[in-house]
């Protein structure tokens, strides 16, 4: 917990939820220097600042101190909410409850839009800026009634930071961690929360990929929200299959797991973005039946932006299965070709935190700004 909340000056209230709302802000709290940040926490995000040792806020704990999240907002000297956009059904979740309490003591809020698509405005809702990837189609945005003025494609800062991780050395490290060779054959499994959808699409992966060579290693990572992983569903999937196992769900730093292998298998995982900025390339795997569907209903869109531009390979029907694997693995010049393609498509930018700071300060120094 913080002490002496209402004694600080030019403060920051950033709130998130899952892991990936807190990666993507997180690395703005060093950009606002010398301004001090405020952490309102909740599911995983919680999680990580615990098990960091770093102070965070809950809702609970601001009710009990304040009698309200407005009344806090109001009392200290919060300038503006930074918030994620954690993929919720319920609107009653801390980043949108921020917003709301934001809006009604009259605060600026800013969101870092983890995954294209997540954030659905209330109408109600106060955004003074939705920072978003640049690649992607805004029309997703403005159909929802965002206006366009508000919204600035600059990227998300959780990629930035990776940039300037030591792939090599995570390599040799978490290989002699699983026990696999310096050159055998890995591929990674980044599971989903859509339950059946994910198992379902895993399935028909392992049913219709037979590697050429005998050695290939899958490590499997369920989503942590994987309701068909906690009941246990998945064992008797993965000891069917013919290729060499091994489960790494638990393992704690999912980004030495990506320099450790040689390909990324998801259906929509932001996993393999992470994957493909540190030159790990990716391999999405989309059904008409299975994770379009999901996407349509939850984002607005079939394909994700980054399946465009030929900047990771994409499976869209069983067909596919065994020569995009093969192609994914194997082929060197289609590695290379995928991996310059996200490149040019993405343009990795290690300022990416300091130009939304930067665009932070100018909207709240603006003598123009005004209930959104």
């Given at each position: 917990?913080?002490?002496?909340?209402?004694?600080?000056?030019?403060?920051?209230?950033?709130?998130?939820?899952?892991?990936?709302?807190?990666?993507?802000?997180?690395?703005?709290?060093?950009?606002?220097?010398?301004?001090?940040?405020?952490?309102?926490?909740?599911?995983?995000?919680?999680?990580?600042?615990?098990?960091?040792?770093?102070?965070?806020?809950?809702?609970?704990?601001?009710?009990?101190?304040?009698g309200s999240l407005e009344t806090?907002?109001?009392?200290?000297?919060?300038?503006?909410?930074?918030?994620?956009?954690?993929?919720?059904?319920?609107?009653?979740?801390?980043?949108?409850?921020?917003?709301?309490?934001?809006?009604?003591?009259?605060?600026?809020?800013?969101?870092?839009?983890?995954?294209?698509?997540?954030?659905?405005?209330?109408?109600?809702?106060?955004?003074?800026?939705?920072?978003?990837?640049?690649?992607?189609d805004l029309d997703?945005?403005?159909?929802?009634?965002?206006?366009?003025?508000?919204?600035?494609?600059?990227?998300?800062?959780?990629?930035?930071?990776?940039?300037?991780?030591?792939?090599?050395?995570?390599?040799?490290?978490?290989?002699?961690?699983?026990?696999?060779?310096?050159?055998?054959?890995?591929?990674?499994?980044?599971?989903?929360?859509?339950?059946?959808?994910?198992?379902?699409?895993?399935?028909?992966?392992?049913?219709?990929?037979?590697?050429?060579?005998?050695?290939?290693?899958?490590?499997?990572?369920?989503?942590?929200?994987?309701?068909?992983?906690?009941?246990?569903?998945?064992?008797?999937?993965?000891?069917?299959?013919?290729?060499?196992?091994?489960?790494?769900?638990?393992?704690?730093?999912?980004?030495?797991?990506?320099?450790?292998?040689?390909?990324?298998?998801?259906?929509?995982?932001?996993?393999?973005?992470?994957?493909?900025?540190?030159?790990?390339?990716?391999?999405?795997?989309?059904?008409?039946?299975?994770?379009?569907?999901?996407?349509?209903?939850?984002?607005?869109?079939?394909?994700?932006?980054?399946?465009?531009?030929?900047?990771?390979?994409?499976?869209?029907?069983?067909?596919?299965?065994?020569?995009?694997?093969?192609?994914?693995?194997?082929?060197?010049?289609?590695?290379?070709?995928?991996?310059?393609?996200?490149?040019?498509?993405?343009?990795?930018?290690?300022?990416?935190?300091?130009?939304?700071?930067?665009?932070?300060?100018?909207?709240?120094?603006?003598?123009?700004?005004?209930?959104?």
């Amino acid at each position: 917990m913080y002490n002496q909340l209402t004694n600080t000056r030019d403060t920051y209230l950033f709130v998130a939820i899952h892991r990936g709302p807190y990666l993507s802000i997180e690395p703005i709290e060093e950009a606002l220097l010398p301004s001090k940040v405020l952490y309102l926490a909740d599911g995983v995000s919680k999680s990580i600042r615990e098990s960091h040792g770093l102070p965070y806020l809950t809702l609970d704990a601001i009710t009990r101190s304040w009698g309200s999240l407005e009344t806090f907002l109001s009392s200290g000297n919060i300038k503006a909410i930074v918030r994620g956009s954690s993929e919720e059904d319920d609107m009653f979740n801390v980043e949108n409850l921020a917003s709301a309490a934001a809006t009604n003591v009259g605060l600026p809020v800013f969101v870092i839009e983890d995954y294209p698509g997540n954030y659905w405005k209330p109408l109600a809702h106060r955004v003074d800026g939705l920072f978003v990837e640049p690649q992607q189609d805004l029309d997703v945005h403005l159909v929802r009634g965002l206006d366009p003025e508000v919204v600035y494609p600059m990227g998300n800062p959780r990629y930035s930071k990776l940039l300037s991780v030591d792939v090599n050395q995570f390599r040799t490290g978490i290989r002699e961690t699983l026990g696999l060779s310096k050159n055998q054959p890995v591929f990674l499994w980044a599971g989903q929360p859509d339950n059946k959808n994910s198992y379902m699409t895993l399935d028909r992966v392992l049913a219709n990929f037979r590697p050429n060579a005998p050695d290939v290693v899958l490590l499997f990572r369920s989503h942590p929200r994987d309701e068909y992983y906690l009941s246990g569903i998945y064992q008797t999937l993965l000891d069917k299959v013919d290729v060499r196992t091994i489960d790494v769900s638990d393992y704690e730093d999912p980004i030495q797991l990506y320099c450790g292998v040689d390909l990324v298998v998801t259906q929509f995982s932001s996993a393999a973005i992470e994957a493909s900025y540190l030159g790990i390339p990716a391999v999405f795997v989309l059904f008409e039946d299975l994770g379009k569907q999901h996407l349509e209903l939850a984002k607005g869109y079939g394909l994700p932006p980054w399946c465009h531009g030929g900047s990771s390979f994409l499976i869209e029907s069983e067909e596919q299965i065994a020569s995009i694997m093969e192609e994914g693995l194997f082929d060197k010049i289609s590695r290379e070709r995928v991996l310059n393609n996200f490149d040019r498509f993405f343009n990795p930018n290690k300022d990416v935190a300091n130009q939304i700071s930067g665009c932070i300060k100018t909207i709240i120094n603006s003598e123009h700004i005004s209930r959104r």
